[in-house]
C-alpha cells in the first residue's frame, strides 16, 4: 500500500503480527437444507496505536541521551525528528485501536451478516460480547456491534469483561515461568545467532551514533534500539489516517527507508519465529504455550451446547489479542496453524504471523441446522477462510458433524486434565 512512497519496494511480508487485516469472502455453499443459526467468534483487537509513550521508548531514550552528548550522525539527527514527530501523533491515542483498527472491525462485522443472515433474523437476536481489560479490546467490541446494528432488528446485547477466558495467558503461573524462563528463550537466541542478528544490530546502530558513543553501548542497548525502531517502523501502517490529521506527510514519519529490505527481512524472521515458539505451536503443540487455552475451547463447547439445548443466545462475540488467537488456533489443530517443528529453520514453511494473527485476525466456528431437525454441522474459519482441522474426518468439507466435533474437541479437554465443570480459573492456576 504504502511501499512506493517509502523509496524501496520490499517485497517480503515483515510486518508479522502487525500485518493489516486482509478481507476474505469466499463460502462454500452449505449441504442442502441446512444454514447457519448460532455463531461462537474470538478475534484480535484491530490495528492500533502504540501501547506505550515513545518517550519511554529505548529508541527515544538512546537518541535524546546523545543528542545532547553531540554524539548523533545526520541520520541519527533525521531518525530523532521522525521519533518525535511520532510521539506528538501518538501521545493521545496510547493503546486505542486506530482509524484504521475500527474499519477492520467494520468489515468483519458486515461480511459476517451478509454469510449468516439467518442467525440474526430473529424479532430480537441475543449477543453476548466478552472482552478484555485492556481498552483496545472494548473500542474493537464497539465498532464491530455497530456496524452490526445497523444490519439487524435491535439487539439484546450483554458485556463483560472475560479476561479468564481471553487473557488466560496472563493468569497461569507456569505459562508466565514458561514466557520468562522456558526454553523457547535459547532456542531464539539460536536462531538470531544464525541469522547474524548480533552484527546486524551493530550495523545499523552504526548508522546513528557516532563511533565513540557506539562504543559505549551495550549489546542489549542495540538489541533494544533496533527491535524498537522495528517496532515504530510496523506501527506507522497501522495509523496513516492519524497521521493525516495531525498535519504530517507519511514520508514525515516513515522510518522504513533507514533499513534495507535484507535487514527487515531478517529482522521479519525473527520476530515470527519469537511469535511461533511463545504462543504457537512451537517444538511441541502440546506444551504449555497452546495448552494454556484450554479454558477458551470449554468456553466455545458450553456455549454451543447452551445454543442447542436452548436456542437463546445467537452469538457470542469475543474480542482479545494476539496471545489468544495463536495459541488456540494451534489448539484446535486448524491444519494452517498447529504444525510443530523441531527443525527451527522450518518455522517460515508451516506458520507465519501474517497469515495467522495479523490484526483483527480471528476465529469463527459456525453452527449450521438442517431444517426440521436436531442435526448440526459446524464450519471453522480462521481469519474467515475455511480451515480443516487435524485429526477430525468430514466427507462434506469444510463442513463437520457436531457431535463427531464436540466428542473430538472434549477428548482433547480430557487428556489436558481439564474436568468437566471444572472452574476454568482454577484450571489456570494448577496448569503445569
Known amino acids: 500500500m504504502l511501499l512506493t512512497a517509502l523509496g524501496q519496494d520490499c517485497k517480503e511480508n515483515f510486518l508479522g503480527s502487525k500485518t493489516l487485516y486482509k478481507a476474505h469472502d469466499f463460502r462454500t455453499p452449505a449441504p442442502a437444507h441446512y444454514s447457519p443459526v448460532f455463531i461462537n467468534h474470538v478475534g484480535r483487537h484491530g490495528a492500533r496505536h502504540l501501547t506505550s509513550d515513545v518517550n519511554t521508548s529505548a529508541v527515544y531514550r538512546l537518541l535524546v541521551t546523545a543528542d545532547s552528548a553531540g554524539a548523533l550522525t545526520t541520520d541519527g539527527k533525521l ?4 521519533i518525535l514527530r511520532l510521539e506528538k501523533v501518538e501521545k493521545k491515542n496510547i493503546k486505542s485501536i486506530s482509524v484504521e483498527g475500527k474499519a477492520e472491525q467494520q468489515g468483519l462485522a458486515v461480511r459476517m451478516y451478509a454469510g449468516n443472515q439467518t442467525v440474526f ?27 452490526l446494528r445497523a444490519k439487524i432488528n435491535e439487539p439484546a446485547v450483554t458485556r463483560q469483561i472475560n479476561d479468564t477466558t481471553l487473557r488466560f495467558y496472563d493468569l497461569s503461573p507456569a505459562y508466565l515461568d514458561f514466557k520468562q524462563n522456558g526454553p523457547w528463550i535459547k532456542t531464539l537466541q539460536q536462531i538470531k545467532k544464525k541469522l547474524g542478528y548480533p552484527q ?18 551495550t549489546e542489549k542497548d542495540q538489541d533494544d534500539f533496533v527491535s524498537g525502531i522495528f517496532g515504530f517502523i510496523a506501527i506507522f501502517y497501522s495509523i496513516q ?11 514525515e514519519l516513515d522510518m522504513q527507508s533507514f533499513l534495507t529490505c535484507a535487514q527487515l527481512s531478517v529482522l521479519s524472521t525473527i520476530d515470527n519465529a519469537e511469535d511461533f515458539l511463545e504462543k504457537g505451536p512451537g517444538t511441541d503443540v502440546n506444551d504449555i504455550q497452546v495448552t494454556v487455552a484450554v479454558p477458551l475451547l470449554a468456553d466455545f463447547i458450553k456455549t454451543t451446547d447452551a445454543f442447542i439445548r436452548t436456542k437463546t443466545v445467537q452469538a457470542n462475540l469475543r474480542f482479545s489479542h494476539a496471545e489468544t488467537i495463536a495459541p488456540f488456533a494451534a489448539l484446535l489443530s486448524f491444519t494452517t496453524a498447529s504444525v510443530a517443528v523441531k ?21 469463527q466456528w459456525i453452527l449450521y441446522q438442517k431444517k426440521g431437525t436436531e442435526n448440526y454441522l459446524v464450519k471453522f474459519l480462521l481469519n474467515e477462510k475455511e480451515v480443516a482441522v487435524k485429526g477430525l474426518a468430514t466427507k462434506t468439507f469444510p463442513y463437520y458433524n457436531w457431535n463427531v466435533v464436540r466428542q473430538f474437541y472434549s477428548k482433547k479437554m480430557e487428556q489436558l486434565h481439564l474436568r468437566p465443570g471444572q472452574d476454568y480459573f482454577d484450571y489456570l492456576q494448577r496448569l503445569k
Open 79 to 82: 531518525l530523532e525528528e521522525k
Open 121 to 147: 433474523n430473529s424479532v430480537q437476536p441475543v449477543i453476548n460480547i466478552d472482552y478484555t481489560k485492556e481498552i483496545r479490546t472494548l473500542q474493537t467490541s464497539e465498532a464491530f456491534l455497530n456496524e
Open 200 to 217: 546486524l544490530a551493530m550495523k545499523i546502530s552504526q548508522r546513528f551514533f557516532t563511533p565513540n558513543w557506539l562504543a559505549h553501548l
Open 241 to 251: 489516517k492519524e497521521i493525516a490529521v495531525a498535519g504530517y506527510k507519511s514520508t
Open 343 to 363: 527443525n527451527t529453520t522450518r518455522i517460515h514453511q508451516v506458520w507465519n504471523a501474517d497469515k495467522v494473527i495479523p490484526l483483527s485476525a480471528n476465529i
